[in-house]
């Protein structure tokens, strides 16, 4: 595992006004950013630590190879909400061309999704620390909307909602919240959701195809006809340059994942499950 530390591990569900406490107490970070990818449990993490940590930060990674309108989304949720918010592109800030790395070695398939992970959302975290982190033991906490009913503990988190990995310290502050309370706090706080994760389940904010499965282009038509016409183009171009697979392909290379895979990939917990329920097959 690269450097991820372990946290806090309790028996006993905790509020997140108590995982945040003892966060700032252990580690106390100079920034504290959350992740908004554009999902529903997203947005709820979101608003909870805007509403709850002064001068909190959200952070969206932008892949490169995603659903636009979920950018826009959180962009324009942002800004009603007088949010402020960190941006960083793998392709522009971080020199991550999508395209260029299916041209050369193919679409990922579960075999590369580690390196999917790394190279169009962890290079973005890595910058994120890099611009704001000032001194040596500064820390930069990244909260996320992993909760517990997700069947995280078979992933390897167990009840750890606090976890360290170098200079980012890592929460789930909503992680005991079921997903009833979860939905409830987004209807309460009256914030409206993304109409594309309400038709497709998921944000779409990543589609690196590593899990992407047959039909799913079709279900990314519904809601972006254009981002499927570049998936299509793109699949044209990749057989072209002589790798035999499409997007929704698992590729030549299939192996069974591990705990480490998901226990350093924290913005990436719903290819996460695919991992672990293909495993568990």
Sequence with gaps: MSGLVHGSLFDNPREPEEILAEAIEKHNPSHS??????????????????????????????TGIGIEASR?????????????????????DCGQNYDEIVLAHGFP??????????RLKERCVEKLVRDHKKHRLDRILIATGIYHEESIIRMG?????INRKGA?????PLYWWPKDRIRKYVDDAGIARNSVSQTLGYSGECLCGAFAHPGE????????????????????RVRAAGHDWGWEDRGPNVR???RLDALDMPFCRGCNKTFFDEAAQ
């Design 33 to 62: 950013f959350v992740g908004f990818s554009g999902g529903n449990d997203s947005l709820a993490v979101t608003h909870w630590m805007m509403s709850n940590v002064p001068g909190c930060v959200a952070f969206h990674a932008n």
């Design 72 to 92: 826009q989304f959180v962009r324009d949720t942002c800004k009603r909400e007088r949010w402020p918010l960190v941006e960083i592109k793998a392709k522009e």
């Design 109 to 118: 398939g579960p075999a590369m999704h580690g390196r999917m992970y790394q």
């Design 157 to 161: 988190y167990g009840d750890r909602v």
């Design 168 to 172: 980012q310290v890592w929460i789930n």
């Design 217 to 236: 282009k079709a279900l990314v038509r519904i809601v972006e006809p254009e981002t499927a016409d570049r998936l299509e183009d793109l699949e044209r």
């Design 256 to 258: 069974k994942p591990t």
